[in-house]
C-alpha cells in the first residue's frame, strides 16, 4: 500500500512570494488533514477535509493561506503572501473514517524556509 | 477540549538503559491515544495506540505504553534503548464531539548516548 506523497520536499522562498504544496493521501482515505509543525512544537491542525468538504479550518490563518482539495483525492496548500513566521514543517496525513480510532498516516512533510 | 502535555522536552539517556517518555492528558469525553515518532527529516509514525481494552498497549520496536485514567496519563517506556531510538517522540489525543479532533504535544526529544 502507497502511502501519503508530498511535494516538494524543501522550498526556499522571499517573504512575500507565493508558495503551493501538494499532497496525495492512502487510496480510499476521505480524510486529509494538513498540519504546521514549527521547530521545537507539535503538529498544529490548519484544515482538515472529508472528501471535498471542509470539516475544521479554525487554526487556518485565512488572509493567507488557502487549501482546496477538489475531487475528494489529492489536495493543495498555498501561502500567498508568504511570511517570515511561515517557516515550518508542512506535514499533510490522511485516514479512514471508517476506522473508529482515527489514526492518521503521515506524509514526508514540506519543509518551508522564509527568508 | 480536549489537551496534552508531554512533561519532558528531552530525555538523554544511555544505550541499553530504559526509558520513560510522560504524557498526561484532559478530556471532558473518552479518548483514544497515540504515540507518534518522528526521524529527522520525516513524517510521523505510529508506535502504538490504546483504543479500549488492556491498559498495557505494545507497540513496534520494542515500546509500550500504559493508559491510567484515574491519573489520565498514558506514559510511553522501553525497558532497552539503541542508538537508532533517537528520535522525537510525540503523544496525541483523539475525541470524538460530534468529529473526531486530534490534539498532538509538544513533543519529546529522545537521545540515546553511546
Known amino acids: 500500500e502507497a502511502g501519503v506523497a508530498q511535494s516538494p520536499r524543501y522550498k526556499i522562498i522571499e517573504k512575500r512570494q507565493s508558495v503551493a504544496f501538494w499532497c496525495n493521501p492512502i487510496s480510499g482515505h476521505a480524510t486529509l488533514y494538513w498540519y504546521q509543525q514549527i521547530l521545537g512544537q507539535g503538529p498544529k491542525l490548519l484544515i482538515q477535509f472529508q472528501n471535498n468538504g471542509v470539516v475544521d479550518d479554525s487554526q487556518l490563518p485565512k488572509d493567507r493561506f488557502s487549501a482546496e482539495r477538489l475531487k475528494g483525492v489529492d489536495s493543495t496548500l498555498k501561502i500567498q503572501p508568504a511570511k517570515l513566521e511561515d517557516s515550518a514543517v508542512y506535514l499533510c496525513?490522511?485516514?479512514?473514517?471508517?476506522?473508529?480510532?482515527?489514526?492518521?498516516?503521515f506524509g514526508p512533510g514540506t519543509r518551508l524556509t522564509v527568508l | 477540549a480536549q489537551s496534552v502535555t508531554q512533561l519532558d522536552s528531552q530525555v538523554p539517556v544511555f544505550e541499553e538503559a530504559p526509558v520513560e517518555l510522560r504524557c498526561n492528558y484532559s478530556?471532558?469525553?473518552?479518548?483514544?491515544l497515540f504515540w507518534y515518532v518522528q526521524y529527522p527529516n520525516q513524517g510521523l509514525q505510529l508506535l502504538l495506540k490504546y483504543l479500549s481494552g488492556s491498559t498495557l498497549v505494545k507497540g513496534i520496536n520494542g515500546f509500550e505504553a500504559e493508559f491510567n485514567k484515574s491519573q489520565t496519563s498514558f506514559h510511553l517506556r522501553k525497558p532497552s534503548v539503541h542508538i537508532s531510538d533517537t528520535a522525537e517522540y510525540f503523544c496525541?489525543?483523539?475525541?470524538?464531539?460530534?468529529?473526531?479532533?486530534?490534539?498532538f504535544g509538544a513533543g519529546t526529544r529522545l537521545f540515546v548516548k553511546a
Open positions: 496525513a490522511s485516514s479512514n473514517y471508517r476506522e473508529r480510532s482515527n489514526e492518521q498516516f
Open positions: 478530556s471532558s469525553v473518552s479518548v483514544y
Open positions: 496525541a489525543v483523539s475525541a470524538y464531539t460530534g468529529g473526531f479532533k486530534t490534539i
